[in-house]
């Protein structure tokens, strides 16, 4: 996982945006919707690699398992790849960043939303360790803040999101790593200690499966909280989706 960071992008990211006449920033000030009950979480007791967001995400959503964190076989665990066809996402109240807001263009993300329900109450969290936010993050206070919802409409820096269902995620997904390195076999970024993860079937490196993605991949919403279930790449959705999307799975 690598980011493009810092002023020179943002001020490209600004240009561009007024070359379009579009408002390069947020499209409404953040909510900040009342905390979870149970207080925060130490997210340095979970293994985490720098750039690595895909396996972190992966053994994050094992270890809320096997903590009883989250149901035994992991129903109410998503996996969410976000990016675009430029590779160029926004993401705000990242601990990479070198700016005051967190400021970050990632070229993807992976994090892990858990989506609850309790009494028909809708209770989803958002888990991402490379975030400052509170962890876990409530998922309208992460939108707000994180994602920020931008005035960009069809710019090469609308977010799109690969949601795939826990379960299928935790058996499907495998990275060699590979993309970490440069033409001449060299780490960009030094790898884990821990070796690389193999889905069930012995594949051994999906990864690009997951972070490609496009707006025809995106579609209707019905159709969607269905096929989660079904698609081992999951479901694309996009920015306009995501907030309704988790409240439409069944309970």
């Not at 994180?146 to 379960?167: C, E, K, T």
Request: glycine share 6%.
């Amino acid at each position: 996982l690598l980011a493009w960071l810092l002023a020179t992008t943002r001020l490209s990211m600004a240009d561009d945006g007024a070359a379009a006449g579009v408002d390069p920033s947020p499209s409404s000030p953040p909510i900040h919707p009342a905390a979870p009950d149970n207080p925060p979480i130490d997210a340095a007791s979970f293994t985490h690699t720098p750039y690595y967001c895909e396996e972190n995400v992966h053994l994050l959503c094992k270890e809320l398992i096997r903590a009883g964190l989250a149901d035994p076989a992991g129903n109410d665990l998503y996996a969410v790849f976000v990016s675009n066809e430029e590779k160029k996402i926004p993401l705000w109240y990242q601990k990479a960043s070198r700016t005051n807001d967190g400021f970050v263009l990632w070229d993807y993300h992976v994090i892990c939303i858990q989506s609850r329900r309790n009494k028909g109450d809708v209770l989803d969290l958002v888990w991402d360790l490379d975030s400052s936010l509170p962890f876990p993050c409530p998922f309208l206070q992460y939108i707000a803040d994180a994602i920020q919802p931008l005035a960009f409409g069809d710019s090469i820096y609308g977010r799109l999101f690969r949601v795939v269902h826990g379960p299928l995620f935790l058996r499907s997904f495998a990275s060699d790593r590979s993309h970490m390195k440069d033409p001449m076999g060299n780490w960009i970024e030094l790898p884990p200690k821990y070796e690389p993860i193999v889905a069930e079937d012995g594949n051994t490196n999906n990864l690009n499966e997951y972070i490609a993605m496009s707006t025809n991949d995106v579609g209707d919403l019905e159709s969607m909280v269905n096929d989660v279930y079904r698609n081992k790449h999951g479901v694309v959705i996009n920015e306009t989706l995501l907030p309704v999307f988790f409240s439409r799975l069944p309970e």
